[in-house]
């Protein structure tokens, strides 16, 4: 699935700029402590955390994700969205918590 699909399949608020709706999404990847999701998240995986400091940024370029998905209406930090932007990492936004957004995903096909 596209970053696109994701959006729009489950109403995602897109929370800078869309760098590449074409890119697949191939896996996912739940967790909000830095090191794990470094240790055992894939390139191309979207992240789904609660996190929203600048070091989320950091995390998602070194792993070459496809983009974060910040759950639970949380707001990210300006500094984080201006990171983001200067690095082609999209961020996108949901009202649900981690375990909802991660069970839609999975039941769309992205394991």
């Known amino acids: 699935m596209k970053i696109k699909e994701l959006i729009e399949k489950f109403d995602l608020k897109v929370l800078n700029e869309v760098f590449d709706p074409g890119r697949e999404v191939s896996g996912g990847y739940t967790g909000d402590l830095l090191s794990d999701v470094i240790a055992n998240s894939k390139k191309d995986n979207i992240w789904i955390t609660m996190q ?4 989320i940024i950091a995390v998602a370029s070194l792993k070459e994700l ?13 500094d984080a969205i201006a990171k983001a932007t200067e690095e082609n990492i999209t961020i996108l936004g949901t009202d649900l918590t981690a375990y909802r957004m991660s069970g839609k995903i999975f039941e769309s096909g992205i394991k």
């Open 66 to 78: 496809s983009a974060i998905i910040v759950v639970m209406g949380r707001e990210v930090d300006k």
């Open 52 to 55: 929203t400091h600048l070091n």
